[in-house]
């Protein structure tokens, strides 16, 4: 869902610099499907984003 909103601001960006980009979202998005005819995409890379995984390192910076 959100990812749709984001297209003419991904699209805009290649645009800009003339090249093609590279999106980092979600599995479930399921970008690679949905996105992989558009010619202002270069790669979809999926991650996981695991949640909290900043905070909790954060935390053990600060500890030490």
């Known amino acids: ?3 749709i909103w984001q297209l ?3 699209k805009a960006i290649s645009e800009y ?6 999106i980092l979202t979600r599995p ?3 970008a690679k499907i949905l996105y992989s ?4 995409i ?5 991650n996981t984003f695991k949640k909290n995984f900043y905070s909790s390192f954060q935390r053990n910076v600060n500890f030490i």
């Open 1 to 3: 869902g959100d990812l």
């Open 8 to 10: 003419p601001y991904i």
């Open 17 to 22: 610099h003339n090249q093609k980009v590279t």
């Open 28 to 30: 479930t998005t399921h």
């Open 37 to 40: 005819d558009l010619n202002y």
């Open 42 to 46: 270069e790669e979809i890379i999926y």
